[in-house]
């Protein structure tokens, strides 16, 4: 559907933006959106990613005595 696309281009925009180091006015005139919308894509794709990472674990500390 519709969702899946977006999902698809939104990590597919952080992509482009973290590992092509494409500007982010660059990677909207590609996709034919504004510089700010990009951005807060950016934004939303990196925080995503960031709580994927923090809720990966069995959220138990192993270190603890």
Known sequence: GRGTILMERDAEI???WKE???TLAAI????GLSRERVRVIVAKQRAKNVSNIR???NGENNNAD
């Open 14 to 16: 952080l992509r482009l």
């Open 20 to 22: 092509e180091l494409m």
């Open 28 to 31: 909207g005139r590609k996709y």
């Open 55 to 57: 809720t990966s674990g």
